[in-house]
């Protein structure tokens, strides 16, 4: 598969090559100096700081023993992703805000001229951070419910009021911000409620609001809707989307919340998009563990180094699995990516092909074992 890629040099030149997706990543001469560039498809970079998290959320799966990503390598892949021709970082976790060296990756972070964006509970933001907050692309805050429900899900009594208080920070500031709700069984009658809570507070301010169902794999089968509460999640999602006219709130994957809702609501449904997946040479997620062209394919290049990671033979296998469509497939509606893979997977969906049925385990991409909040991955940290 070869796609064509835009491409600059230090000395001023641009231009276009034929790329070859299947090689994630290469040297190409510049055509006017001469002097060699890597060359990718490569845009964006989701960095899990940590697993560690002060929250204890009941659909969360991460390693039951945790560790902090290390600073200086973090900054240094920053830099080598920027030089492969990536444009947006993203922050995530865990929770990015638990890691003592946040301020330092993200003062680096902005250095490198690339878009950055952070995903936060946030139940750790003081006012004395809003001015570099003010820097991000966006900052998603995950909300899952009113008061009672919140706490529950996030497993922390008090949480809601504190990231309620962030948001009324955050509409104060020039801070472009929004929300993210994971749909489940203690929060579906009372999305819409929520959304109009959070418009209340935000007005103008409130930028974009997000949804999604949880994530199901066997140990959160439980939190699943049935048919008959999908079809209340759903209805509240069309006042959502209707309400959030009137504060410009942009109203995120419409697409697939709306139109193609029971298609993506469909849980026990795996998906590889039609003509193969592109993914594994678009995004890359980096932890502690290693990076991972693609979280759900679940297998870790070990390398240190960004860019001998991209170039080694592991990294073409991944790749591979992605084009060729033999990976396990995504979950639908956990992810819409982006506009690529949604038309693929609505593509597979039409012709009935890449398929598969059945909620099981996805490849773990840690060393340690998979769980939800254990003493091991679960920081206390003062509000």
Known sequence: MFKQIETSCSCGATGTVNKNLEIPLEKMACTSCG???YVSNYYKMDIALSEFCNLKCQMCRRPSYAVFMDKDWCKSVMTEAAAIGIKVISFSGGEPFVHKGIWEILDHAFSLGLKI??????????????????????CTVSLDGMRDNHDKIRGKKGSWDRTIKTLEMYAESNIQWGTNTVIQKDNFTEI?????HIQKIGGNKY???????????????????????????YEQLLAIKEDAQKTHTWFN?????????????????????HGGCTLPT????????????????GKALKQKSLIEA?????????????????????NTFNYSWDEEWVNGVMKSFDTNENIS???????????????????GNTIDVEW
């Open 192 to 196: 819409k409620e929520l959304f109009n």
């Open 35 to 37: 002097k060699e560039n």
């Open 357 to 375: 049925y059945g909620v099981v385990a996805l490849p773990n991409p840690f060393e340690e074992e998979l769980s939800g909040a254990t003493s």
């Open 282 to 297: 678009r995004f890359i997620g980096f932890s502690a563990h290693g990076f991972y062209p693609c979280w759900h394919i």
């Open 117 to 138: 964006q952070l995903v936060t509970n946030g139940t750790l933001l003081r006012k004395e951070h809003i001015p570099v907050l003010e820097k991000l692309d966006c």
């Open 310 to 330: 991209l170039m080694s033979p592991e990294a073409k296998e991944i790749v591979s699995s992605g084009l060729c469509k033999t990976c396990v497939g995504c």
């Open 207 to 233: 930028s974009y609001c997000g949804f999604s169902n949880v994530e199901l794999v066997p140990e959160t089968l439980h939190l699943a809707l049935n048919k008959d509460e999908e079809k209340v999640a």
């Open 253 to 273: 994957d419409d697409i697939l919340l709306t139109k193609y809702f029971q298609r993506f609501a469909d849980k026990n449904t795996r998906v590889r998009p």
